[in-house]
């Protein structure tokens, strides 16, 4: 029998870096097994489910997201009998289990790129993916004007059977990673396959990669800003992303998702990567009969600011709310500069500035309507490892451009566990045995038995709140009203009498509400809201709405 709960539509998940996470073997590389090991920590944590970040067999150009093997674990992570036996020890926990599926692109190594380029021009499997002709008299010039995201152009040419220049093939990341041509029908059967083969061993859904991707303009025509998806770092390029046809997909993935709930009751879920310029075109993604949920970046790349974050709050809630989807929040992700860095500057270093405001923005992304999705080692309060040297780093985005600018390895610097020094905890073995990344001294500070043990931490600040999240029925899913209050300070009631209230400057405010509060993300005297700080009360609901 279908439950009438959703349990997704106001679920807290953990996003697990799973080469980052916990390293079970000593070779310096997360794991499943590492997973496995860590789930008590999160059953304690208090998320609801956990999203791994692909694990498939893989060359590793971009740490997985360039998929050989979508129906496989890479052995560097472990094989599918570990996986099975994590998703036991989950569903025995009462955590569920996201997977990370990629169907923009592959890996250059797909045994489907491997054959299109052997098959040669024309052929049916070269239609799987987007090969033409170079433009020119000798084909020498690729096909269009399109930039890859990571820099460069969004073309590279092959060498056909014959030792000949060729044809050019499209993708939008990196060379390693070709573009899928949803157009041709075997692509779509394929990943039907591949969904069911997961769902089958008790998946409980799906993040879904580049979800405005997929499909191209038919005629590939040149683009009016070439390099905009490689100066922005996103998914701007009209004529490569949110095409209509994608929203076909999405209800093709729904039915399948609908069909196993159906057969035991159990909800899967597909949370979507999408990156579409306004919260109403996003909300197109999250119709009833499409994806249940799409991150909604627009709170993560807010400025600090309350006139700001009010704007993003309110145009989500009206645009994706309206759908009867729930906002799917989020403030970090390992594409993205930690909360505790990025709020920080241009503070000075050892402020202390960047790491308060993380943590009222940790409070009021919780007090939102909605899912809410967590990073690892956000609960630590983590900062950017913005030092790496550069012989260490790996992002494609570096080999590519030779530019750090918003390179991403320095938020997925290995989690420390305990201990004083690298490799704190992350990796067993010898103690000589290196992260793949190396952790900084600093990290001691961070380290998760420190964390446990210190009632002030970022951890607790967590665990309480989705302690009270849990408890509260004000909290979850539902609506919000805005409150009057001081400039600089956002304040919003939550169901009946709870209210949260975050200062966006540094100053001391009145707060909202008199009396201690429930929680707070720094000390907070009654009937005072301090600089840089949320908190939440329990009221009698007198509050003056806002204007």
Not at 122 to 136: E, I, V
């Amino acid at each position: 029998m279908l439950s009438k709960y959703h349990w997704w539509r106001d679920a807290v998940i953990y996003q697990v870096y799973v080469r980052s996470f916990l390293d079970s073997t000593g070779d310096g590389v997360g794991d499943l097994a590492g997973v496995r090991a860590g789930l008590p920590y999160l059953k304690k944590l208090g998320v609801d489910g956990i999203w791994l970040s692909p694990f498939y067999p893989s060359p590793q150009h971009d740490h997985g997201y360039d998929v050989a093997d979508y129906c496989d674990v890479d052995p560097l992570f472990g094989d599918l009998a570990e996986f099975d036996l994590l998703v036991t020890a989950a569903r025995r926990l009462g955590v569920k289990v996201l997977l990370d599926i990629v169907p923009n692109h592959c890996s250059s190594e797909h045994p489907w790129f491997q054959e299109a380029l052997s098959a040669g021009p024309g052929s049916a499997a070269r239609a799987r993916f987007h090969f033409a002709d170079g433009r020119g008299a000798d084909g020498s010039e690729p096909p269009n004007n399109w930039h890859a995201m990571f820099g460069g152009p969004a073309w590279s040419r092959v060498t056909e059977a014959d030792g000949r220049p060729g044809q050019w093939y499209l993708h939008m990341f990196t060379p390693e990673q070709p573009d899928w041509n949803w157009r041709d029908p075997q692509v779509g059967a394929e990943f039907d396959r591949v969904l069911r083969f997961w769902l089958d061993r008790g998946v409980d859904g799906f993040r879904i990669d580049v979800a405005a991707g997929l499909f191209k303009h038919p005629e590939l025509p040149d683009s009016d800003d070439p390099e905009a998806d490689a100066r922005t770092r996103d998914s701007v390029n009209p004529l490569a992303w949110n095409q209509p046809e994608v929203h076909a997909v999405w209800r093709s993935w729904r039915s399948i998702c609908e069909e196993y709930t159906a057969r035991d009751g159990r909800e899967r879920l597909l949370v979507g990567e999408v990156s579409v310029p306004t919260a109403r075109e996003h909300a197109l993604y999250v119709r009833s009969d499409e994806l249940h949920q799409a991150f909604f970046f627009d709170l993560l790349s807010a400025p600090w600011d309350a006139d700001a974050f009010r704007k993003v709050v309110s145009e989500a809630m009206q645009d994706i709310a309206g759908t009867g989807s729930t906002v799917t929040w989020v403030l970090n992700n390992h594409d993205q500069v930690r909360t505790v860095t990025r709020y920080g500057e241009p503070a000075p270093e050892g402020s202390g500035l960047g790491a308060a405001r993380a943590r009222a923005a940790a409070l009021l992304m919780l007090a939102l309507p909605g899912a809410a999705y967590i990073y690892q080692g956000e609960e630590l309060g983590l900062p950017e490892v913005v030092d790496l040297p550069d012989d260490v780093l790996t992002d494609p985005i570096f080999r590519r451009t030779g530019s750090r600018a918003r390179i991403r390895d320095g938020c997925r610097v290995p989690l420390p566990w305990s201990g004083q020094a690298s490799p704190f905890g992350f990796t067993s073995g010898v103690e000589s045995a290196k992260p793949w990344l190396p952790q900084p001294e600093y990290f001691a500070e961070y380290a998760t038995d420190r964390a446990l043990a210190d009632t002030r931490s970022f951890w607790h600040l967590y665990r309480d709140g989705l302690q009270l999240r849990a408890a509260l029925p004000q909290l979850g899913e539902g609506t919000l009203r805005w409150l009057d209050s001081p400039p600089g300070v956002l304040a919003f009631a939550r169901g009946d009498g709870l209210v949260c209230a975050v200062n966006f400057g540094t100053a001391a405010s009145s707060a909202p509400v008199s009396g201690t509060p429930l929680l707070s993300s720094g000390p907070c005297p009654a009937g005072v809201l301090p600089g840089s700080t949320a908190a939440w009360w329990m009221s009698d609901g007198t509050e003056s709405p806002a204007p």
